[in-house]
C-alpha cells in the first residue's frame, strides 16, 4: 500500500535503476533445475532461460535436493532497485512425476496464495500463479523432456517460505488471494518504480469488483484517504482501488468496465491537480498551479485581497491555510471540478463523487457539498 507521502516522492529515471526478475522467472528457473535434476541427477547451476522478450538470465541456486520421486530447487528473488515486497525471499520449486496423461500440474505450496474470487486470468480454486509464468513453466517442462526422452507428466508445486506474512503487504488480499503470494510477471522482468505494474494492478481490482458485485468503488491517492473514504461510506476492503498517482489509468479502464459508483479521494494538492485536467498526478509529471487555486477562491466568493496572497502561495496546502474561512468552499469546489474531470473522461453513466480529506484524515471537501 502506498503513502501519500511516498506518491510525493520525485520518481527515478528506471535507466538509471538496476531491473529485477519476477517472482515467475523466479518460478521457471527453479522449474528447470529441478526438473533437469529429476531427469539425470544434476542440478544446473548457475540455470540459464529465456524470457518471452529475449532477456537470457541465469540464476544461482540456493536450494538444491533430490529425493525419489521428485526434485527441489530455490532461488532467491532479486528485484534489482524496485521496492518489491518479495525482494530477497525464496522461491522453490518441487517438480514431481505424475500419471500418464496428465500433463503439467501445478499447485501452490506454503507462502503461495490460492484464488477465491471470479474476475482474475486463474480461476477460483487454484493456485495463484498467472498466465504467463505457467506457459513458461510449461515450455520448460516440454522443451527438457522432448531433448531427453522423457514424460512430461509432472506435478510442479511451487513455495515462499514467508510468503503469507508479505502478501498481507500486497494487493492479495483485496484480490481473494488467500494464504500467500502470487507468481506473477508478463515479461519475466521487474522495472523499478514501474507505472504499467501499478496500473495492471489498479485494472484487475477492478475486474474483481465486477465479478464479485461490487457497485461502489473508490480510488484513492494513498493510505490516509483510502482509510478515510473506507469509513465514511463502509465499503469493503475488495471495493478499494490503489489509484496512487494513475487516476488516468483507473479512469480509463472504467469507461470500459463501469461499475455503478466510484468515489475518488486523496489530499487538496493532488485532487487540484485532477480539477485542473492532469491525470497522472506524481509530483514529477504534474504541478500544483496556485493561480489555479486563486482562481477558484475568487469563484467561492474571496475578496481580493486573499486571492492575491494565493496567488504568492508556496504550495497547495499553503493555498487552504491562507484561505481559512473559505476552507470547505474552496475544497468543495475543488472536489466538483475534480468530478467534472472524471466524469468527462469516463463517458458513460456512473455516478461520480470526490472526497478532499486533509493530512490529519479529516475531511474537508466533498463534490456532492
Same mark, same amino acid.
Given at each position: 500500500?502506498?503513502?501519500?507521502?511516498?506518491?510525493?516522492?520525485?520518481?527515478?529515471?528506471? /535507466?538509471?535503476?538496476?531491473?529485477?526478475?519476477? @517472482?515467475?522467472?523466479? =518460478?521457471? #528457473?527453479? $522449474?528447470?533445475?529441478? %526438473?533437469? &535434476?529429476?531427469?539425470?541427477?544434476?542440478?544446473?547451476?548457475?540455470?540459464?532461460?529465456?524470457?518471452?522478450?529475449?532477456?537470457?538470465?541465469?540464476?544461482?541456486?540456493?536450494?538444491?535436493?533430490?529425493?525419489?520421486?521428485?526434485?527441489?530447487?530455490?532461488?532467491?528473488?532479486?528485484?534489482?532497485?524496485?521496492?518489491?515486497? /518479495?525482494?530477497?525471499?525464496?522461491?522453490?520449486? @518441487?517438480?514431481?512425476? =505424475?500419471? #500418464?496423461? $496428465?500433463?503439467?500440474? %501445478?499447485? &501452490?505450496?506454503?507462502?503461495?496464495?490460492?484464488?477465491?474470487?471470479?474476475?482474475?486470468?486463474?480461476?477460483?480454486?487454484?493456485?495463484?500463479?498467472?498466465?504467463?509464468?505457467?506457459?513458461?513453466?510449461?515450455?520448460?517442462?516440454?522443451?527438457?523432456?522432448?531433448?531427453?526422452?522423457?514424460?512430461?507428466?509432472?506435478?510442479?508445486?511451487?513455495?515462499?517460505?514467508?510468503?503469507?506474512?508479505?502478501?498481507?503487504?500486497?494487493?492479495?488480499?483485496?484480490?481473494?488471494?488467500?494464504?500467500?503470494?502470487?507468481?506473477?510477471?508478463?515479461?519475466?522482468?521487474?522495472?523499478?518504480?514501474?507505472?504499467?505494474?501499478?496500473?495492471?494492478?489498479?485494472?484487475?481490482?477492478?475486474?474483481?469488483?465486477?465479478?464479485?458485485?461490487?457497485?461502489?468503488?473508490?480510488?484513492?491517492?494513498?493510505?490516509?484517504?483510502?482509510?478515510?473514504?473506507?469509513?465514511?461510506?463502509?465499503?469493503?476492503?475488495?471495493?478499494?482501488?490503489?489509484?496512487?498517482?494513475?487516476?488516468?489509468?483507473?479512469?480509463?479502464?472504467?469507461?470500459?468496465?463501469?461499475?455503478?459508483?466510484?468515489?475518488?479521494?486523496?489530499?487538496?494538492?493532488?485532487?487540484?491537480?485532477?480539477?485542473?485536467?492532469?491525470?497522472?498526478?506524481?509530483?514529477?509529471?504534474?504541478?500544483?498551479?496556485?493561480?489555479?487555486?486563486?482562481?477558484?477562491?475568487?469563484?467561492?466568493?474571496?475578496?481580493?485581497?486573499?486571492?492575491?496572497?494565493?496567488?504568492?502561495?508556496?504550495?497547495?496546502?499553503?493555498?487552504?491555510?491562507?484561505?481559512?474561512?473559505?476552507?470547505?468552499?474552496?475544497?468543495?469546489?475543488?472536489?466538483?471540478?475534480?468530478?467534472?474531470?472524471?466524469?468527462?473522461?469516463?463517458?458513460?453513466?456512473?455516478?461520480?463523487?470526490?472526497?478532499?480529506?486533509?493530512?490529519?484524515?479529516?475531511?474537508?471537501?466533498?463534490?456532492?457539498?
Amino acid at each position: 500500500m502506498t503513502t501519500d507521502a511516498d506518491n510525493e516522492r520525485a520518481e527515478k529515471s528506471a /535507466t538509471a535503476l538496476r531491473r529485477g526478475w519476477t @517472482t515467475g522467472a523466479c =518460478a521457471t #528457473a527453479a $522449474t528447470r533445475a529441478a %526438473f533437469t &535434476a529429476l531427469i539425470t541427477g544434476e542440478f544446473p547451476d548457475p540455470v540459464h532461460i529465456v524470457l518471452p522478450k529475449g532477456h537470457t538470465p541465469s540464476f544461482a541456486l540456493a536450494l538444491e535436493e533430490l529425493t525419489l520421486d521428485g526434485a527441489r530447487a530455490g532461488i532467491i528473488k532479486d528485484a534489482g532497485d524496485d521496492p518489491d515486497v /518479495t525482494h530477497g525471499a525464496m522461491v522453490v520449486v @518441487t517438480v514431481s512425476r =505424475a500419471d #500418464a496423461g $496428465t500433463g503439467v500440474v %501445478f499447485e &501452490a505450496g506454503e507462502g503461495v496464495g490460492v484464488v477465491t474470487k471470479p474476475g482474475l486470468p486463474i480461476a477460483a480454486g487454484e493456485a495463484a500463479i498467472n498466465p504467463v509464468p505457467r506457459q513458461l513453466m510449461t515450455q520448460t517442462i516440454t522443451e527438457l523432456a522432448h531433448e531427453h526422452g522423457h514424460s512430461s507428466d509432472v506435478n510442479i508445486q511451487i513455495s515462499i517460505p514467508g510468503g503469507a506474512a508479505l502478501a498481507e503487504q500486497t494487493w492479495n488480499p483485496r484480490l481473494g488471494i488467500v494464504g500467500g503470494l502470487s507468481i506473477l510477471g508478463t515479461t519475466g522482468v521487474v522495472i523499478p518504480y514501474s507505472c504499467s505494474a501499478w496500473i495492471h494492478s489498479i485494472h484487475r481490482g477492478i475486474d474483481v469488483a465486477i465479478a464479485t458485485g461490487t457497485s461502489h468503488v473508490a480510488g484513492c491517492t494513498g493510505s490516509t484517504s483510502e482509510k478515510t473514504v473506507q469509513a465514511l461510506y463502509g465499503l469493503s476492503i475488495g471495493a478499494m482501488l490503489d489509484m496512487g498517482d494513475f487516476a488516468g489509468g483507473m479512469l480509463k479502464y472504467l469507461r470500459k468496465h463501469p461499475v455503478a459508483r466510484l468515489t475518488i479521494g486523496g489530499g487538496f494538492g493532488k485532487l487540484s491537480k485532477l480539477a485542473m485536467g492532469h491525470l497522472d498526478l506524481h509530483s514529477g509529471r504534474s504541478q500544483v498551479n496556485v493561480d489555479f487555486l486563486a482562481e477558484q477562491l475568487q469563484l467561492v466568493g474571496a475578496p481580493q485581497s486573499l486571492v492575491a496572497q494565493a496567488k504568492q502561495a508556496i504550495s497547495a496546502n499553503a493555498v487552504l491555510e491562507i484561505a481559512a474561512a473559505y476552507r470547505t468552499q474552496l475544497a468543495n469546489q475543488v472536489a466538483k471540478a475534480a468530478c467534472e474531470v472524471a466524469c468527462a473522461r469516463l463517458r458513460n453513466d456512473m455516478s461520480v463523487d470526490v472526497v478532499v480529506i486533509d493530512r490529519a484524515g479529516n475531511i474537508v471537501g466533498r463534490s456532492d457539498g
